[in-house]
Structures are given as structure tokens and as C-alpha cells.
């Protein structure tokens, strides 16, 4: 079974995002900002992560710059997931090593199409 | 509504644009037609569908036939008829098409996903293919896809059904709320009205044409008849694509599918016989 971490500061978001995922087969694991990520990706690293943008503590760009220093850290697919919807942080996001990018609000058949774009499913 | 006006819409319909309404179909001429009858003025469905039966009025029963086709579609839709047309056809076709020009028919192009897929799949492969054009005729029945389509404006929802995000920020570009097609891919089709059931001899000579999720609205005569002239217009070598719930089976014998390509269809004509049917041989 594939794991994704969801990181959101959103509970809701991280539930109906969970839901979607348990459909797809994945274990779902959660993280609720960038740095709780970080730790959790340095306990395991999961096959994708699903990763919001504006988050206390750290942001998801921070984030990703600092996972993919750790060792093994290029391995995960990362998926954007933020109502951030300009091209400027789409392409900030694809730069720094995001594979894709959704902007919400979403639903499931974004998710899935968009995790089977990049080959998770 | 009545009995007399919903066999009249039906009936009315078949004939307009061979869309076929199954029986029990009041939710969807209702939720059809709602927004039609408040633009225009009817106290409600039942009022517009009986002006419909009593009153002739072609620019009424457009407006209606219009509002009741289905036209969902999205970016790459069912991905395999774009992989295909990626592996095997472009580069059969371009073997072949010495002028470098390949003429390609979406017959049914609804709000332009269809078409819009094809010709930034074709620039990604520019370098590939340097002396190759696709020349795209995108044609619907429906004048408010077609606006759509040539404006080339679509929602947020509707660039994140298929279109994958590398191409979205290579093609597009925001305006507002919404996402718009940089003038260079819109400028590489054309978009026409026209209807499936009438004369279809003006489209010309095509290598490729896709016709998908419209026949399944049809009744088997219509599909014949559809099918039987778009033989016609294809090249004896050229490509027809069929949605994934269509086939050519028990419908006419104008068309054989492709072995291992589903959704993929040659000519069945003497001329084609000779040709292989499978590629790579
Ligand atoms: C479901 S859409 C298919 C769009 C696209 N080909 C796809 O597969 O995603 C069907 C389209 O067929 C069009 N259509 C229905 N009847 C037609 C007719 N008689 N002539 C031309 N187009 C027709 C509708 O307006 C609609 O846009």
C-alpha cells in the first residue's frame, strides 16, 4: 500500500482530503504545517505528499526546499493542494520540485486525475 | 408537461440533432430547459414546450435543440485516443503526408477541449516534428460551445480536469478568474457550425477524425448514416476515433477496428484492404 502525507492546517481539509485518499488505497498519514512534515518525512518518507502553501509555523515551499535536502528526500512525489492560483507560485512550486498542482477549492476527480497525471495511481 | 408536448420535444429533437430522449426523461428537459424558459419569458417548462408544439419558431426551437445536447468534455479526455494519435498515427501519417500538412476533423468539439488537446500536444512535439501542420476543424451543432470554444476562456475546474500542469502554465494564462489559451493554440483551429445530420460534404478531405461521445445519442439509422459519410470524407489511409462506449460493430461495415487500439477505426474500403491494419507491419 502507497502513503501520502496530507499537510494542511485545515482539519477539515486533511479529513475530506484523508477520505478521498483511503479511496484510492493509500494510507493517509497528516501533518497539520511544514515543519511537522519535515519530522514525519524524516521518521518515514511517504510515496507522495499532498501539501498545502500558507501554514504557521513553516509554509509548504519551505518545506519542500528542506525536504528534498534530506536524505531520500527527492524520493516523494509532491502534490500542491492551495487556493494559491497564480502562475507565479505554479511555477515557483514545479521550480522547487512539485510534480503537480491543484488549486481549490478540489474534489475527488481533481485529486485522482491529478495523482494519476503523475503516475501515484 | 404533457404527453403531447414532451412526444413533440422528442420528436422535434430526433429530427433537429438525432439525440434520442429515452423514456422518463422529465428531470432532464426540465433541468435542461429551466433556464431556457426563464430567458424567454415562459411562466415555466410546460408553458415553453407548449409554444414550442403550437408556434413555429426557428430561433425558439434552436435555442432548445441547443440547450438539450450533452456537452461534458474535458482536456485529454480518456487519454488513450491522444497516446495513439502520439505513437502510431502522427508518425504513420507524417511518413506519408510528404506536403508536411496533416488535416484533422473534431466532429463534435463541444466547448474545444478536444481539439485545444491536440494542438499543444502537436507544439510540445515541435522540435520532433518541424515540418509537420495540423491543420484541426473543430465543429458542434451547439453555437454556445462553439463561443466558448473560440474564446478559448475556461474555468478554474475546467483546466485542472486533465490538463496536466506543465502544459497549463506553458499555454495559459490567467485572466481573472479564469484561464485563458495563448493566442498561438487558438489560432490553430478553426471552429464551424455545423450539424452531423446534414450534408457534411463541406469539410473536405480529413486524415484524422475524431467523432466521439456524440453517436451514443443517436439511434442506430443516424449512426449509419453518420458514420457512412464520414467514410467519405476520410483519406483511404487516414484515422477515425470513436469514444470509448461507441464502436462501428453492427453498424456499418464502412470501418474496421484496429487490432490492439481500441477506439481506433480504418476505412474498410478496397483500396484501404491493402493497407495494414496494424502498425508497424
Ligand atoms: C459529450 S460532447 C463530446 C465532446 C468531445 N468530442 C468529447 O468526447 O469530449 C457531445 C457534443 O456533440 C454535439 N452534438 C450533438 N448532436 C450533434 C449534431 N447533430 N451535430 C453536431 N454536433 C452535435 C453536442 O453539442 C456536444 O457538444
Known amino acids: 500500500m502507497k502513503t501520502c502525507l496530507v499537510v494542511d492546517d485545515s482539519r477539515v481539509i486533511r479529513k475530506v482530503a484523508r477520505r478521498i485518499l483511503e479511496n484510492l488505497q493509500f494510507e493517509v498519514l497528516e501533518a497539520a504545517d511544514g515543519l511537522e512534515a519535515l519530522n514525519a518525512c524524516k521518521t518515514a518518507m511517504p510515496n507522495a505528499i499532498l501539501l498545502d502553501w500558507n501554514m504557521p509555523v513553516m509554509d509548504g515551499i519551505t518545506f519542500l526546499r528542506q525536504l528534498r535536502k534530506e536524505e531520500g528526500g527527492k524520493a516523494p512525489v509532491v502534490v500542491f493542494c492551495t487556493t494559491e492560483n497564480d502562475l507565479s507560485h505554479i511555477t515557483e512550486a514545479l521550480t522547487e520540485g512539485a510534480s503537480e498542482y491543484i488549486m481549490k477549492p478540489f474534489d475527488g476527480e481533481i485529486l485522482e486525475a491529478k495523482f494519476s497525471e503523475v503516475g501515484l495511481i | ?281
Request: hydrophobic letters at 40%.
Open chain 2, 1 to 281: 408537461m404533457s404527453p403531447e408536448d414532451t412526444e413533440h420535444l422528442a420528436a422535434m429533437l430526433k429530427q433537429r440533432s438525432g439525440l434520442i430522449l429515452g423514456s422518463d426523461k422529465t428531470y432532464l428537459i426540465e433541468s435542461r430547459l429551466a433556464p431556457v424558459a426563464r430567458r424567454e419569458g415562459f411562466a415555466n417548462v410546460a408553458a415553453l414546450l407548449t409554444s414550442l408544439r403550437t408556434r413555429r419558431d426557428e430561433k425558439l426551437i434552436y435555442t432548445v435543440t441547443d440547450a438539450m445536447t450533452t456537452n461534458e468534455t474535458f482536456f485529454f479526455r480518456d487519454k488513450t485516443p491522444f497516446d495513439q494519435f502520439k505513437s502510431d498515427v502522427l508518425p504513420a501519417l507524417a511518413k506519408t503526408r510528404l506536403s508536411g500538412d496533416i488535416k484533422i476533423w473534431c466532429a463534435a468539439a463541444s466547448t474545444g477541449q478536444e481539439p485545444y488537446s491536440l494542438a499543444m500536444m502537436m507544439e510540445d512535439m515541435r522540435h520532433q516534428y518541424p515540418r509537420i501542420n495540423l491543420d484541426i476543424l473543430g465543429t458542434d451543432i451547439s453555437e454556445r460551445c462553439l463561443e466558448k470554444a473560440q474564446s478559448g476562456l475556461y474555468t478554474q475546474f475546467e483546466v485542472q480536469r486533465g490538463l496536466p500542469i506543465q502544459m497549463m502554465v506553458k499555454y495559459f494564462e490567467k485572466v481573472d478568474e479564469m484561464w485563458r489559451l495563448s493566442p498561438k493554440i487558438r489560432q490553430a483551429i478553426r471552429f464551424r457550425k455545423l450539424n452531423l445530420l446534414d450534408n457534411l460534404h463541406s469539410v473536405g478531405r480529413q486524415d484524422v477524425i475524431y467523432c466521439r461521445n456524440v453517436l451514443i445519442y443517436f439511434d442506430l439509422e443516424t449512426k449509419k448514416r453518420v458514420l457512412e459519410q464520414i467514410a467519405n470524407l476520410l483519406a483511404d489511409d487516414g484515422y477515425l476515433f470513436l469514444g470509448a462506449a461507441e464502436t462501428v460493430l453492427g453498424i456499418t461495415d464502412a470501418f474496421k477496428p484496429m487490432t490492439g487500439m481500441r477506439g481506433l477505426y480504418v476505412k474498410n474500403t478496397a483500396a484501404a484492404a491493402t493497407a495494414p491494419r496494424r502498425f508497424g507491419t
